[in-house]
């Protein structure tokens, strides 16, 4: 049995390997050189303690042959290509066109998203492979990030087969609950007759978690999440990622219905949806810009506490505004459902019309809101006494965010209420120092 540690084989059959590409449950992808024709290769090995047992070896057996026998048919440009198999070899083997880049799954944390354009170009991608992959009678029932590699060259490649339903042959297949749960539709879930809307669920639940850090359905088991699957509405993606346009949650949502038959009806539609979101993003900031406004945050005392991470969630999370000099932005005794962090400027604050204080960079405002969800009034006054940036968060977002991100925010909250506490209760000390009798008072107002 090969472990992490273990050097690779120097081959494997006719092809030398040159190093470890990658692992999962049911194998190795190493990176071969065929040398009868030059060309580097992908060589798919599957593990070797796998085969031990009879039963288990035919189900893994049985994978190979339906990737090699499938996969061996397709011709796209956005799919890997099968090059070779030996499926009698011990441990027996697939040969793939070798992409020279990322699976998907290293772009789908917060801190590691690809700008918006991108993921819409490469879904729009997906949906030509899916479709082509559709016309040749073929269910791929595992799209999930890990399953789509992003060349250097900006395209994208769908690979691994192995748990692919025909709907033409009628040779035995796997069957059963087959995929990868996060990312299964409800009628996988409830092992029914599948179609190409399964597929195009399973890509839009990577679609979402491409651009917001976060898949729509995550439960804290497989069971809970394949729960949430069948039973629950999704979260728009624009309340995790502000800067999403509501035509993308329009076109995630509806790809993401239970019943497939209120998906799109074909995989052209679908992406004839896409091409039109892509079409109206607004102009994208430089990247540059990000990582600028990512350093600013994180030269703020508030999130000394908050990982690299969980400030990229935040950044998709809120929506950064340029404010002018006199903007109200919170008023006393109206409702309100968010917060804001203070960027640069400052503002003043006051109740009633008592100018109370001040506020510089790194503070936040209406924050109360959040930490009593019952009652929703400000309970001040805020006005930008300078051109302010604020990154304002909508409460119902951080709600929905990742519970790291919400307890590092309960954490702040409570440091930043103790702070003033402290600092009033200083404040009321000094005024009962200057209001004490013998002319305490008289002193401090010739002051």
Known sequence: MATATSAPPANIGKYRIERELGRGASGIVYLGLDGFRGRKVAIKQTHAHLLKV???AERYRKLLRNEAALSGRLRHPNIVRLLDADEEALPPYLVLEYVDGQPLSDFATPDTLLP????LDIAFKCCNALDYACREGLVHRDIKPANLMLARDGDVKLTDFGAALSLRSDATQLSGLVGSPSYMSPEQVREHDLTH???MFSLAVVVYELLTGRRPFDGDTDFATLYKISHEAPTPPS???ASLPPHVDEVLLRALAKDPADRFATWPDFAQALLAAHRGLPRQRSQDTEAERFARLRALPFFADFHDVALWELMRLGSWRRLEQGTVLMRENTPGDSFCILIEGQIAISRQGWNLSTLGPGVTLGEMTYLRPDNKMRTATAVAETEVLVLKVRNPALREA???LQSRFDKAFIKLLVGRLIATNEQLA???LVAAPGGGMQE???D
């Not at 918006?116 to 993921?119: C, E, F």
Request: hydrophobic fraction near 25%; charge should be negative.
């Open 402 to 404: 990742s519970e790291d």
């Open 54 to 56: 009879p039963e288990q």
């Open 197 to 199: 809307h399964s597929d």
């Open 430 to 432: 000094e005024w009962e």
């Open 239 to 241: 309340l995790l990622r």
């Open 444 to 446: 401090g107002l010739g």
């Open 116 to 119: 918006m354009p991108q993921v």
